[in-house]
């Protein structure tokens, strides 16, 4: 498993909530992460690498 974080967007463009996703992979965690975006922007993030990024619907 691995551990990713999954950033809720503000309307400035600010975080505003960070939460941790334990993912068999990058496919799942994308899967997961655009779940969010409902309403809110999302960043998909592994480290310090940006893996995915999910406009609000």
């Given at each position: 498993m691995q551990e990713?974080?999954a950033?809720?967007?503000?309307?400035d463009?600010h975080?505003?909530?960070?939460i941790?996703?334990?993912?068999?992979?990058?496919?799942?965690a994308?899967?997961?992460?655009?779940?969010?975006?409902d309403?809110?922007d999302?960043?998909?993030?592994?480290?310090?690498?940006?893996?995915?990024e999910?406009?609000?619907?």
């Amino acid at each position: 498993m691995q551990e990713y974080r999954a950033h809720i967007m503000g309307l400035d463009g600010h975080i505003e909530l960070s939460i941790q996703l334990i993912c068999e992979d990058e496919t799942e965690a994308k899967k997961r992460a655009r779940v969010l975006a409902d309403g809110y922007d999302v960043e998909l993030w592994s480290q310090d690498r940006k893996i995915a990024e999910f406009k609000s619907e």
